[in-house]
Structures are given as C-alpha cells and as structure tokens.
C-alpha cells in the first residue's frame, strides 16, 4: 500500500521552516526520501532506519517515529533550491523481492 | 559514468502502436525497475528486475512487458499503446535492495504521449 503524505503542496518565503508527514498502514522498519526537481528525475536525500537516529542533508532532516508509523521531513530555513517535489518510500517485500511504494507527494514552492 | 540513462527522451504513438523503451545503467547493478509518473499519483512501480533473467510484476503491470536479458538492460514494451499510458516512464537501478543503505538512482525519464 502507498504511504500517504501531507501536506500535498506547502508555499514558503526563503527562511521560513516546513515539515513534510508520511504516513503507513504498515509497520515500517525504513523511510526513503526523495526530492524532485520540475522536468528532473527524482534524486535520494535520505534513508531513515528503525533505530536509527535522525539524518541530516544540509537543512533537511528527518525523523522516523516506529509507534506512529510515520516520517517527517524538516525543511528548515528554506531555499530557492528547496523548491520541488518531495517522496517517501516505504519498503515492500523483502529479501530478493525488495521495492519501495512512494507516497504521491508534496510539492514545495519556495519563494524570495 | 554515465549511470542510467533511457532511450527515448520523447515520443508520441498512436492508439494501437508498439514500442520499446530502454534503460542502461553502468554501476553494476543488480536490481532493476520501471515507473510511471502521473500527476498526483507519484511513482507507481510498473516491473521490475531482480538479477540478470528476471523480471517481476509491481504495482501496475498491466498493458506492459519486460525483459532483462542482460544486466545492465532494462526494456519496457508496450505491445498495444493506449491513451492510459500516457505518462512520463522512469527507469531505476539499485545496488543491493533489501540493504538498510539502499539507494534508487534514476533516469532522466521518457515522456509518452499516446493519441
């Protein structure tokens, strides 16, 4: 089952802060992120572990919350190039027969 | 390194007409896999590829086939194009899926219009 992300689309002002929920009916043990440029192919930012502590790229963290089955993505102190599309993907399957599901995404329009 | 590159970038097909798209990734490996994008939808995943040899069904197969005959190749075909195919096909490749470490590294993406 697909992850369900919100908010779907979020504005921002260059400085200000954001944060990005995904969400599982399953319980998760991993979250992938991945961030989407208009016209690009969406590039990795991050995998969150079960256990884990949380990962950093450059002001991007993220959090991985195991009871909740939920991911947050932090944008903080926002960019131009913060500006995209932002994924998470959960694990499917296991062992040889490894995918990721990816949520439909937030778009992130940062402006000056 | 070119790492994954598909072929085309753009075509248009008529209702009922074939074709083949192609990913090559030149990192060694092993896992293989095609998406399509459609707004609001994200990525689904359409086939995918274990090894050299194999191919398996994902999320939304249906009206597409696959081949993985050697490693570093991935084909999608579409044996009767259809209007619902329209979309923007990306092709993946990971190292070891499965690993904690996994990373997807994807292609610029194929856009197909389909009349």
């Known amino acids: 089952q697909q992850p369900v992300q919100s908010p779907q689309a979020v504005i921002l002002r260059e400085g200000e802060d954001a944060v990005i929920n995904c969400s599982s009916s399953?319980?998760?043990?991993?979250v992938h992120w991945y961030r989407q440029k208009h016209g690009e192919a969406p590039v990795f930012l991050m995998i969150?572990?079960?256990?884990?502590e949380q990962k950093g790229h450059d002001k991007i963290s993220a959090s991985f919350n195991e009871k909740k089955q939920q991911s947050s993505l932090y944008l903080t102190a926002s960019q131009l190039s913060y500006s995209g599309t932002y994924f998470c993907?959960?694990?499917?399957?296991?062992?040889?027969?490894?995918?990721?599901?990816f949520g439909a995404g937030t778009t992130v329009t940062v402006r000056a | 390194n070119a790492g994954v590159t598909q072929t085309p970038k753009f075509r248009v097909l008529k209702t009922g007409q074939s074709m083949t798209l192609l990913c090559a990734q030149d990192?060694?490996?092993?896992?293989m896999y095609w998406y399509r994008q459609d707004p609001g939808m994200g990525l689904r995943l359409i086939h995918y590829?274990?090894?050299?040899?194999?191919?398996a069904k994902g999320e939304v197969p249906d009206g597409y086939n696959v081949s993985r005959l050697k490693k570093q190749n991935f084909l999608l075909g579409l044996e009767s194009a259809a209007p619902s195919q329209t979309s923007v096909y990306f092709c993946?490749?990971?190292?070891?899926?499965?690993?904690?470490?996994?990373?997807?590294?994807f292609g610029p993406g194929t856009r197909l219009t389909v009349l």
């Open positions: 399953k319980a998760l043990y991993s």
């Open positions: 590829s274990v090894g050299e040899g194999t191919t």
């Open positions: 993907g959960t694990p499917r399957g296991g062992g040889n027969d490894y995918k990721l599901s």
């Open positions: 969150l572990l079960k256990g884990g």
């Open positions: 990192m060694n490996h092993e896992y």
């Open positions: 993946a490749s990971s190292y070891l899926a499965g690993s904690s470490t996994d990373t997807q590294y």
